[in-house]
Nanobody, 115 residues
Framework: QVQLVESGGGLVQPGGSLRLSCAAS????????MAWYRQAPGKQRELVAV???????NYADSAKGRFTISRDNAKNTVYLQMNSLQPEDTAVYYC?????????WGQGTQVTVSS
């Protein structure tokens, strides 16, 4: 069984920063890809950023230049550094891990950008 534990969400003012973390544990042999998705109220879940085991990353257009995804393979942890946050970034952010035994989702962490 695989568990994902997310942390780092919260309330921040426009222009502020947050760093999300997601640690994977359990019966994992290999992690291929780690990603962050988000879902705003009334909207579909969307991909924010993804990083492969080799360190290659891709971002949604809305995240480019503001967000940075990174990972610590030794800790099976993925991070999302979010800068210059805007109200439209308000959403529940979910970690997603593709590994040798399948796919797992985190429980989600709320990010609210408001003055």
């Amino acid at each position: 069984q695989v568990q994902l534990v997310e942390s780092g969400g919260g309330l921040v003012q426009p222009g502020g920063s947050l760093r999300l973390s997601c640690a994977a544990s359990g019966n994992i042999f290999s992690i291929y890809q780690m990603a962050w998705y988000r879902q705003a109220p009334g909207k579909q879940r969307e991909l924010v950023a993804v990083i492969t085991s080799g360190g290659s990353s891709n971002y949604a257009d809305s995240a480019k230049g503001r967000f940075t995804i990174s990972r610590d393979n030794a800790k099976n942890t993925v991070y999302l550094q979010m800068n210059s946050l805007q109200p439209e970034d308000t959403a529940v952010y979910y970690c997603n891990v593709l590994h040798s035994r399948g796919v797992n989702w985190g429980q989600g962490t709320q990010v609210t950008v408001s003055s």
